[in-house]
């Protein structure tokens, strides 16, 4: 079995040729007969060439008769719904191709989308992007707060019908990495670091590190964007 | 992934047992065998008939020239007509052929590529995702939920912000919503889905690995 692609056209060594169609050929009919077998159905193929001087079939010959008999017993219509030739088969292929193409560069689109927005989280700006960017970005952002708001709805209900004991959220459950945060609410920072973000800054760079804190939360005071935080 | 089909393993040479596996086996072989015959016909210029009568008694047929022309040819023996119409219309039919083929391998080419790109992409996504954050929402507890929040609606914020930005510094007719806005461009339209790689393609560049004018 070659590893090699071969091009779709006709082969134009003579040699090579031949050698191919005895192959194929061969495949061919073997590829029928397990499709006969193993779903229990009537097929024929006929294959002709200048190689050949009679068209070699399968089954055989009688074989052939009686599916093209049963065949051309049937409507007219019927016969030609799923009828294809090279042209009508090759521009279905076509448009199955084009399906897969489209529904993979949606997928990556996606995920780089979606690294996009985790990078802009931890602060890197948004100089770079253009509106189109800018649009598949804003639209990721609101397609996660829809997640989470639900997520954070079913856990207040959880928490709201198990009365649990204690206050809750004071101390969320700890990974040691991750220092306790405090949402502050003060609008004036807020915007203090809205503003900051808009001037335009180099892009910060991106650590990884369970240590980073989100921005546009209160870290314990301490100013955003301060080299603490982006060594 | 649990592996889903039966790919490269030996396959008994009996009728199937299950019925739905035989269904789905019919579908791809007999899409696979199609497909083996179109390519001998183009390699070898091969003339071709194939029949094949589906578990519902559908008939499926491929043929090179046509089915018809190929049955007639078996029967009849008639060696094949060489009129100067024929071999014109002959002639044609290759031509299309060949354009059609040459499109094919063009479109799965680009597929091969694309599909790489998504492989690399998930591998780049694997190993940087240490955060907490990254994690899926249901692994996160309610207060670093609260925290997420909050950072995404300043992010938000901060996109619309840098989007009103961009307009006003370029004003005129914006060419990438033009085939899915509903008239305003901010809010973005969610009709749409959000992704429009429709809008993109003609400016991909394969040869360039930032091939987007963005930071991706």
């Known amino acids: 079995m070659t590893r090699k692609k071969v091009k779709l056209a006709y082969i134009t060594n003579d040699s090579a040729r031949k050698a191919t169609f005895k192959k194929r050929k061969k495949g061919l009919m073997k590829k029928v007969s397990e499709l006969s077998t193993l779903c229990g159905i009537e097929a024929c193929a006929i294959i002709c060439s200048p190689y050949d001087t009679q068209p070699e079939v399968w089954p055989s010959p009688l074989g052939v008769q009686r599916v093209l008999s049963q065949f051309q017993r049937l409507p007219e219509m019927e016969q030609c719904k799923k009828m294809v030739n090279q042209e009508s088969f090759l521009r279905q ?20 989308v979606t690294h996009a927005m985790f990078q802009c989280l931890t602060g890197k700006s948004l100089q770079n992007l253009n509106l189109m960017d800018l649009n598949d970005l804003g639209w990721m952002v ?53 503003m900051d973000l808009l001037t335009p800054q180099e892009p910060l760079g991106f650590g990884g590190s369970d240590e980073m804190m989100l921005p546009f939360v209160d870290n314990n005071q301490n100013p955003p964007w301060s080299n603490t935080f982006f060594p | 992934m649990a592996r889903k089909s039966r790919g490269r393993q030996k396959v008994e040479m009996v009728k199937m047992s299950k019925e739905s596996n035989l269904q789905v086996t019919f579908s791809k072989r007999r899409s696979g065998l199609f497909k083996k015959a179109s390519e001998l016909s183009t390699l070898c ?11 519902g008694n559908r008939v499926f047929s491929f043929g090179h020239p046509g089915v018809e022309t190929v049955i007639d040819r078996y029967f009849t023996r008639n060696p094949p007509q060489n009129s100067g119409t024929m071999q014109l219309i002959e002639a044609h039919r290759n031509a299309t052929v060949r354009e059609l083929n040459m499109q094919l391998t063009q479109v799965v080419n680009q597929f091969e590529i694309e599909k790489k790109r998504g492989e690399e992409l998930s591998q780049m996504r694997k190993a940087q995702s240490q955060c907490w ?8 507890t309610l207060p670093q ?9 300043g992010l938000k914020m901060n996109v619309t912000k840098q989007a009103q930005k961009l307009l006003i510094e370029n004003p005129g007719p914006p ?25 993109v393609l003609p400016q991909y560049d394969y040869n360039n690995p930032g091939y987007r004018r963005g930071f991706f």
């Open chain 2, 175 to 199: 060419q990438f919503f033009a085939s899915s806005s509903s008239g305003g461009i901010f809010p973005y339209d969610r009709k749409v889905g959000g992704f429009n790689p429709n809008m």
């Open chain 2, 145 to 153: 939920i609260e925290q997420l929040k909050v950072s995404l609606e």
């Open chain 2, 45 to 55: 210029g091969a003339e071709i008939a194939i029949i094949v009568f589906s578990p």
């Open chain 1, 142 to 194: 609101d397609r996660n707060l829809k997640e989470i708001n639900k997520r954070s709805d079913s856990l207040k209900n959880v928490t709201n019908s198990q009365m649990a004991a204690g206050p809750s959220g004071e101390h969320p459950s700890q990974r040691a990495e991750v220092p306790v945060f405090e949402v502050n609410n003060d609008n004036m920072q807020r915007q203090q670091w809205f």
């Open chain 1, 93 to 112: 292929r076509i448009t199955k191709a084009n399906e897969h193409l489209k529904k993979q560069r949606k997928d990556n689109r996606e995920k780089e």
């Open chain 2, 133 to 140: 954050w990254e994690a899926p929402v249901e692994e996160l």
